[in-house]
């Protein structure tokens, strides 16, 4: 029987997560004298909705008002037109007829597409295989997202693998009771240091390294 992979976008299919948390952060600095590290910032906010990081910074005492956000996704847009790259080897397992899959990210629905578009994977995740966080009341960490993919993609949760680099999407997956693998090119050494406190046992810093975990679970 196949199995599902669900991909997460940003710090995964490319190096984008670290794009949208830095804009946050110079704004959240601008506005409130922070000082936060883009350690800190993507601690509270890495990997989660735009929904999300609007509770965790209201929770925080951090009042953002809407204007923040247009302008973040302004930045967001500035940085998305400078261009990004799909992150090597991930196309060889796009071409794994051995699986479903589809895209789940804790971005929206717009962004989400112009990335696909910028980086040419159209052809792998049509409208019908890119589920967003704008389509859940709860984002990341909650399972609520990939939950809704392995629904609308006909798979049972526990033949769902899930592959993510943020500690919002790794447990995501646990909650959802699906295989979480964490891919950490991207992260720091301290940020796998944390995802290692999770109890997540399959972490891979190269594609390569993913597809042979993949085709182990065949």
């Known amino acids: 029987m196949k199995k599902l992979i669900i991909w997460d976008f940003d710090g995964v299919i ?11 952060m110079e704004l959240l600095n601008r506005d409130f004298n922070l000082g936060w590290s883009f350690e800190t910032t993507n601690k509270h906010i890495g990997g ?3 929904k999300d990081k609007k509770r965790i910074l209201q929770n925080l005492g951090i009042e953002v008002k809407d204007s923040f956000w247009d302008e973040a996704m302004k930045l967001d847009l500035q940085k998305l037109q400078q ?3 799909l992150t090597p080897g991930i196309e060889d397992i796009f071409l794994m007829d051995s699986f479903d899959q589809c895209i789940a990210t804790g971005g929206t629905m717009s962004k989400t597409k112009e990335k696909i578009k ?7 995740f049509p409208a019908e295989k890119v589920f967003t966080a704008d389509l859940v009341e709860y984002g ?3 399972p ?12 049972k949760p526990e033949d769902c693998i ?8 790794l447990t995501a997956a646990q909650r959802a009771k699906m295989l979480p693998v964490a891919f950490v090119k991207y992260n720091s050494a301290e940020y796998v240091a944390e995802i290692k406190k999770t109890g997540v046992e399959h972490i891979f810093d190269d594609m390569a390294q993913v597809k042979k975990f993949l085709q182990s679970t065949i």
Do not use: C, N
Request: glycine share 6%.
């Open 14 to 24: 490319a190096d984008t997560e670290k794009l949208w948390v830095s804009s946050r």
């Open 48 to 50: 989660r909705s735009e």
């Open 83 to 85: 261009g990004i790259a």
């Open 118 to 124: 910028q980086v040419g994977i159209e052809k792998y």
């Open 140 to 142: 990341k960490p909650e």
């Open 144 to 155: 609520d997202l990939f939950l809704l993919a392995a629904h609308t993609m006909d798979y």
């Open 162 to 169: 899930v592959i993510e680099d943020s500690l919002a999407g």
